[in-house]
């Protein structure tokens, strides 16, 4: 998956914004003001963050050798997936959904996206 559709899978998402709130190369996907993804512009192929459940993070990396634990990032809570390592496309949309998800369970019932 390339950066733009990458950004546009993000986008698709309900009540989903980018922002760019801690320099000019790091784009953040949020969900009611909740980040759910973050990439770099120019290192895209470094790899994308996504937040994920614990256990499920563990088993993630054990598996795919295109996830790794979060750079930067609460490495419980959130892994960093190499987008162009040749992992399958629908895994990560997978992925994306699932970061995507839970940050919704996390929100208010009145703040949840319909």
């Given at each position: 998956?390339?950066?733009?559709?990458?950004?546009?899978?993000?986008?698709?998402?309900?009540?989903?914004?980018?922002?760019?709130?801690?320099?000019?190369?790091?784009?953040?996907?949020?969900?009611?003001?909740?980040?759910?993804?973050?990439?770099?512009?120019?290192?895209?192929?470094?790899?994308?963050?996504?937040?994920?459940?614990?256990?499920?993070?563990?088993?993630?990396?054990?598996?795919?050798?295109?996830?790794?634990?979060?750079?930067?990032?609460?490495?419980?809570?959130?892994?960093?997936?190499?987008?162009?390592?040749?992992?399958?496309?629908?895994?990560?949309?997978?992925?994306?959904?699932?970061?995507y998800t839970?940050?919704?369970?996390?929100?208010?019932k009145s703040?949840?996206?319909?």
């Amino acid at each position: 998956m390339n950066i733009e559709d990458f950004r546009d899978y993000c986008l698709a998402k309900p009540a989903t914004t980018e922002e760019m709130p801690f320099d000019q190369d790091t784009l953040v996907f949020k969900v009611k003001g909740k980040m759910f993804a973050l990439c770099s512009l120019s290192e895209y192929g470094k790899g994308i963050a996504l937040k994920c459940d614990p256990e499920q993070a563990i088993l993630l990396r054990e598996q795919y050798p295109q996830v790794l634990p979060g750079y930067h990032m609460n490495k419980q809570h959130w892994n960093t997936v190499l987008p162009e390592a040749g992992l399958p496309l629908d895994i990560l949309k997978s992925l994306i959904d699932d970061s995507y998800t839970l940050v919704v369970a996390k929100l208010p019932k009145s703040q949840k996206p319909v």
